[in-house]
DNA sequence: CTGAAAGCGCTTACAG
DNA sequence: CTGAAAGCGCTTACAG
């Protein structure tokens, strides 16, 4: 069923009827009711595909984030999905799984489909892939989120230095002396800032780095299992966790090992409702996921009017 | 950048163009390394929207599921995206929230945007609206997954009944004879279905049913928490509860009042990393999604051959 | 208030 | 091996 069949039906042109479907113009009020009545009754959708290429419009988005089952990037697509469809755009996914080739296949998948912009998280490679964003940039809307690359681009992020540094400079005011940090890999512009802050609270408050304290790991479950048995051999007495998933993994350990978590401070980029239900004492913050959503979707809006002040912004947690 | 002004550089007809961007019949070496230099140089991207009309094609499906935050949602949305990328198809994605106009809004917007298909896991509340589904599988192939409606229509789900009643049949082996069971929402095919399977598993193990061992919730947490305090009142020996964000509640209960659960035999549903994380001795199926996933799409394919044998599938656990 | 016609960016049967 | 032309399902400036 197309708009010809429907014209057929009512008796008048293509294009009467395509006003309208578009509640343009002025229809005679007879015709027009004639016509949506007749819409109704055989079921006819317009073909927006159709309508898009004629206006030279399009009205879906493309996202990509590594990873769907992290409760972290779930949370981020949630925003999107709501904030578009209250916008009345369509959403098209992609999942990278950290794998940059196949975010390059994605992110060219969505230029073909012509799609508005794109908005992404990008695999943990892609920290030094400047000329790479740069050449896409060029072709297609781009705004990143939660990850930056190794040069400013549109896109919003949370202040991932402030927030650690705020938390470390708290454990020093209670008096900790010996605080580990679990880092996550550095090619990660999130897992870095998250470790700078870390540093400089330290260095603010005149307490010695040492390198002993800081162990590396890639931001998953085993990483932080692994590296939660180590750290704990240092008598550390408190520790900052880069984030959820190696944060379930240290906890692992200390219920393994039967720890109490009254003598060691832990603290965490995220809030989530896992990990607070674990150990509720955990120190972390509450992550505005749907304004990194909201505004990463405005920013968008804003590189297609060309409008590009204003188009890198951090959310402060 | 069009594929005339491809036509126009190359010094050939548009055409041409499309023969080499399609890898169709026999163009002339020469001139197809002219043409592919000259779209590489341009950086041009054919419009697949564009070809996607002409060839009365669509190589993207809708999905939309009830929750993206949830991890047994986000695991089937995992599943499915991997699966699509594998197949190049897009996946154009909505979220219902469980809300049946929402729904029915996405499934509008994807008919409109000519997707081949839907994949759906719907809300709650859809299960007595046959008709509704009737009309929308008249418009579109739809597939159900995870949860049915109230007549058999095409999807992917597992075996809810099945999975239950052999856990509650193994309960009763071991001597238990108190079990209790949080229910969610009988709206919900798959509540329905696991609370047959413990019916069905005590009558047949000449347990007497105990309307006052079963309490109704709604899947979320707080309702594992709030009929958690409850049930445990009741002095049974084991608990079935119906999906994983209720089981996080039952065991925050467990937590706050400081019991062992060594004295009660636990199982729910689906096995999940964080709820194995948090008490390993529960009892779980671990979850197929990639089979649900890829099943759900080969159904699709299926309808839209018109081949509707075997469209309604049933995952064993 | 309404229609004929050109155009959106492609593909493809037909002809050469 | 290549091109001219019709067609995919719409929209819209133009004319009446």
Redesign the interface.
């Known amino acids: 069923m197309k708009i010809q069949d429907i014209a057929r039906l009512a008796n008048v042109s293509v294009a009467t009827v395509s006003r309208v479907i578009n509640n343009n113009d002025n229809v005679r009020e007879e015709t027009k009711e004639r016509i949506n009545r007749i819409i109704k009754e055989n079921?006819y959708?317009?073909?927006?595909?159709?309508r898009?290429?004629s206006k030279n419009e399009?009205n879906?988005i493309g996202i990509i984030i590594p990873d769907?089952?992290n409760?972290y990037f779930?949370?981020i697509?949630?925003g999107i999905?709501?904030e578009a469809?209250r916008r009345n755009l369509?959403?098209?996914?992609?999942?990278s799984?950290e794998n940059f080739e196949?975010q390059e296949?994605?992110i060219?998948?969505f230029?073909?489909?012509?799609v508005k912009g794109i908005i992404i998280a990008v695999t943990q490679n892609s920290y030094t892939k400047i000329d790479f964003f740069d050449q896409t940039s060029?072709?297609i809307p781009l705004v990143l989120i939660d990850r930056k690359i190794d040069k400013q681009m549109p896109g919003v992020f949370f202040e991932n230095f402030h927030s650690v540094y705020g938390v470390i400079e708290k454990f020093i005011k209670y008096g900790k002396k010996k605080i580990g940090f679990l880092a996550g890999s550095q090619t990660i512009s999130t897992a870095k800032e998250r470790l700078e802050g870390y540093k400089k609270a330290l260095k603010d408050n005149e307490i010695k780095y040492d390198k002993k304290l800081v162990l590396y790991g890639d931001f998953t479950?085993e990483s932080g299992y692994n590296l939660g048995k180590e750290i704990l051999k240092r008598e550390i007495d408190g520790i900052y966790i880069s984030n959820n998933s190696m944060t379930?993994g240290f906890?692992?350990v200390l219920k393994e090992l039967n720890i109490n978590s009254e003598n060691i401070k832990i603290a965490t980029f995220e809030d989530n409702?896992?990990i607070r239900?674990?150990d509720e004492k955990i120190v972390s913050y509450n992550m505005p996921f749907s304004e990194l959503a909201k505004r990463s979707i405005e920013i968008l809006e804003s590189l297609l009017k060309n409008d590009t002040s204003d188009t890198t912004v951090e959310i402060s947690l």
Chains 1, 2 share one sequence.
């Open positions: 079921n959708y317009p073909n927006v595909i159709a898009n290429l399009n879906t769907i089952k409760l779930a949370s697509m949630d999905v709501n469809s369509n959403i098209i996914l992609g999942c799984n196949l296949k994605y060219e998948l230029i073909e489909q012509r060029l072709k479950l379930l906890l692992k409702e896992i239900f674990i």
